[in-house]
Each structure stands twice: as C-alpha cells, then as structure tokens.
C-alpha cells in the first residue's frame, strides 16, 4: 500500500543535524541490504544485549544479538538480576512477546528512505486500529527497489496500555532500558526500538569509564606539565630581566666611571696648560717688553686659553701691531676695536688680540 508523504516543514539547524544522521543511517543500511543475508551476518553482526520478558507471571533474561531467537525460559541462570550482574556494559533491551505489537508494510519513494519517521507518522492512524498519541512506534526499512524507487519499510506500533506494565515493573527492578523491541513470528527481535526517545538511556561501559578516567589524568598531566613549564619558563625570563637589570648597572657604572676618567683627564689636561701657560708668562711679558716701543703703556694684561689680550696706551697704536708680528710665542696680533685718542694722555687707547702659539711649541726669542 502506497503511503502518503507529508510536506517538509521548515527545519532548524538541530533537526537538520539529526536529518543527516538518519540519511547516513539510511544509506548504511542500504548498503549492508544490498549483501546477502550470510554476509550480513558475519561482517555486520548486531551488537550483544541483556534481552528481558517481563511479563506479568515471571521475569527472565538472556544475552544474545538481535539475529538470535529468545531462549526457552531456563530455571537456571536466568533471572534478571544474575544476567545484570555478569553482563554490566551490555545494553538492556526488554522484548515484547509475538502478538503485542502490529506490523504493517508500507511502500514508500525511494527518498523517504531517510526521514521514515516523517514519512510514516501519519500511517499510524491509516495501518494500525490505533491513535498515534496512543501507541509507541518505531518503523525500519526492509529493501529498497533502485529500478522502481521504492523502499519497502515496515511500522511497528504497540499500544502504551500493553507497554507501561512491562516498563513500570522495569523500573521496580532498578532496571534502566536502552531500548524495547517485539518479537516476530520467530520469536526474533524485529530489529526496531520502541522505547519513547525521553526514556532511552546509553548505558556507560566499565572500559569507556576507565578510558575516560585515563583520558582525564593524562589531561590533567599534560596541563601540570604546561603550567609546570611554564613556572620554569617565567623563573628562567626573571633571571635573564635580573641578569639584564644586572648589565645595564654594570654599563652606567662604567659609563659614569669612564666619564668621571675623561673628566679627570680633561681636567689633568687643562691644569697642565695652565701651568705651562703660567711658566711661560714671563717669557712672554719679556717678549713684550722687547717689541713694545718705549713710549707705549700697558694698563691690562689678560690670558684665556691661546688668547691674549692687551689693552693700554701709545702715541701710534697702528704701529703696535706690526711691531709685534714674527714672534715664535704667537701666531696672530690683531686690533681690536677701535683706537681712541686720549687728549689728556697724549696718545691712543688701543686693544690687541693676541693668539699664542701651543704650549709645546713655543720658542725663545
């Protein structure tokens, strides 16, 4: 019977996410159908699981895969607690007897293959004598037909009142369930889940535990590790600032020393010239008195450095300064302003510059 497919309604980022999850699924299951059913069987096996009846008279559990049919009760090893207790990381799985649950084949498009939910929540009210608010469903798919884009898919619906005893006793055993299937005709899970999504629990394994614990002390080895390096690192960039702080008050300490040095020599220096300068004055005073004419007065007398200057009266001040040039104690003479009469003296005031000669290198006259 063909069914009718609802239209798409705009999906958000989180459906859209799931939408995907199921197309993968889909498409996996596609592939592991298009393999013979001796092939499935050995390279795709269905997981292990604690299966559980609970009915109303007795409760018994097993281990098998979905692929197996459920066992004949067995007085011996077979109450739930005994299975939970060895079988700790298996998944629970509570299987409805044959009879409790309706089955009912739909032929979809090829494209609803991924999304069989959307496509066959509005078959509930068409395929089974049921309201679909009534019944917990669960469809699968069975085949897919490329050359006529169909899938053949099959709804599976139990009604909540044949369900919530199994699960409320369940729950009275401390008993949390990933998942509720029905038996088929065989007695074999028919390989869909039939407990409401809110109640589905993933059961934690002891090994994902332990890895998990694992995982967290090599993290937190890995972060004492950084923050231990770290650590070293900022006492070792401490050391090289203090060795840096170190140098740089060695180099101004023997910046300040070699200055206070050159000062000392420049000072050295210029008292040595000084006293060469004092030892020469009256070689140069002689000098002086050699070249000055006779009638000529020096009132002042003053020695900066290589400088001389001379300052007095003459009755011809013009010639004052070839008198005094060719001597080996200067090099330069020159006037120095101009010359001023002095009626009451009866000469020039005059002012001469005279630049001396080095003081290793003056000679007598």
Do not use: C
Not at 135 to 159: K, M, S, Y
Not at 259 to 267: C, E, N, V
């Amino acid at each position: 019977m063909a069914a009718v497919i609802p239209t798409r309604q705009v999906r958000t980022p989180a459906s859209a996410i799931a939408g995907l999850h199921r197309l993968l699924d889909w498409w996996g299951q596609g592939l592991r159908l298009a393999l013979p059913l001796r092939w499935r069987q050995r390279w795709f096996p269905p997981p292990p699981g604690v299966w559980l009846r609970l009915d109303e008279a007795d409760a018994f559990a097993w281990v098998g895969r979905r692929d197996d049919a459920a066992p004949a009760p067995s007085p011996a090893g077979g109450a739930p607690e005994a299975v939970l207790a060895r079988h700790p990381d298996l998944p629970r799985w509570l299987l409805l007897p044959a009879g409790h649950a309706v089955h009912a084949r739909v032929q979809l498009p090829q494209a609803a293959a991924g999304h069989l939910r959307e496509a066959l929540r509005y078959e509930i009210d068409r395929q089974t004598p049921f309201a679909a608010d009534a019944v917990a469903w669960d469809a699968r798919l069975l085949a897919l037909d490329a050359v006529a884009g169909t899938a053949q898919t099959e709804l599976v619906a139990v009604p909540l009142a044949r369900l919530s005893p199994s699960l409320a006793r369940a729950q009275a055993l401390g008993i949390v369930l990933q998942g509720v299937d029905a038996a088929d005709d065989e007695g074999r899970p028919t390989g869909v889940n039939l407990l409401p999504r809110e109640l589905r629990s993933r059961p934690m394994s002891r090994w994902r535990q332990r890895n998990l614990t694992l995982a967290a002390i090599a993290l937190l080895l890995v972060v004492a590790g950084a923050a231990g390096s770290l650590q070293r690192e900022r006492h070792r960039a401490t050391d090289i600032q203090a060795s840096l702080q170190r140098e740089r008050a060695e180099a101004r300490r023997v910046a300040e020393q070699r200055q206070r040095l050159a000062d000392l020599t420049d000072g050295a220096r210029q008292i040595q010239a000084q006293r060469a300068r004092r030892a020469l004055l009256p070689v140069l005073l002689d000098a002086l008195a050699e070249r000055l004419p006779g009638n000529s007065h020096v009132e002042r007398l003053s020695v900066q450095g290589e400088r001389l200057q001379l300052s007095g009266i003459a009755p011809q001040s013009t010639r004052l300064v070839p008198a005094l040039q060719g001597s080996p104690l200067w090099r330069e003479v020159t006037m120095s302003g101009a010359v001023a009469a002095d009626a009451s003296r009866g000469g020039d005031r005059y002012t001469l510059d005279i630049r001396l000669a080095p003081a290793g290198g003056e000679a007598k006259p």
